[in-house]
């Protein structure tokens, strides 16, 4: 990457899981919030599905999200993020729908991010051995669109508009998890607390520690390009910044 780089003002994590930033992008988000930016993170269901327990039903669900809700807000308070945002649609039964859209839009205009951290929205398969789960797809697809064109085009969702959302265009979108990325994020000063904040999420992770695993996939992202360690993302450049002076 030889411009300069980038660094938001404020920016917004959207991902569908409690988790899932902490697995993916939250390295980045560390960064940024160390240099100054206010980071929101957004976190569409609560992750109420997950557990496998067989002694467990359906009147665990809300338990389990208030748990992971927990979990969430310790990880983000650890990667120094701002505010926390619970959506609380159903785990598992995710759909990039046009409520969906228009959640995020609202919350796009309130916070009025220049960067927004997603996953892939067209990433079903990785290798041979992992099915995306649908949920991070339609959280993915949704902030996508609600990234371009809802938050900034005036008559899209315009109960918005008379509840006094402007339209605000979003500069950049970070796409972690896509098979061609062109722009690595250096989380050397950050890995330690990105996997810190992963620890928080003890009701997943159970006795395993992930920390073999994050310091290699970071390792690996950061190899071939200067890096020891690095996040790597697909960046949609929608607005270009103005040169200084
Ligand atoms: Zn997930």
Known sequence: MNEKEFLPRVAMSIHAHPDDQEFTVAGTLARWARLGC????????????????PARDAAYKPELASLREAEQSAANQVLGI???V??????GELEP??????????????????????????AVFYGNGYINHPDHRAAAQAALYAAFPSAGTRLIFTDLLEAGH??????RVYIHGSEKPDTWVDITGTLDVKITALKKHVSQLGDWDPDKM??????????DHGLEYAEAY????????????
């Open 214 to 223: 994050i310091r290699e996939w970071a390792k690996e992202e950061g190899k």
């Open 166 to 171: 402007e339209p605000h265009n979003v500069k």
């Open 38 to 53: 206010r980071v929101v993170s957004v976190i569409v269901t609560s992750g109420d599905a997950g557990s496998n327990d």
């Open 97 to 122: 729908t046009i409520a969906l859209r228009r959640d995020l839009t609202q919350l796009i205009r309130v916070h009025k991010p220049e960067a927004v951290v997603i996953g892939d929205p067209q």
């Open 234 to 245: 697909k960046v949609m450049v929608l607005e270009e910044e103005k040169p200084e002076n």
């Open 86 to 91: 619970f959506l609380r649609y159903p785990d």
């Open 82 to 84: 701002a505010e926390t």
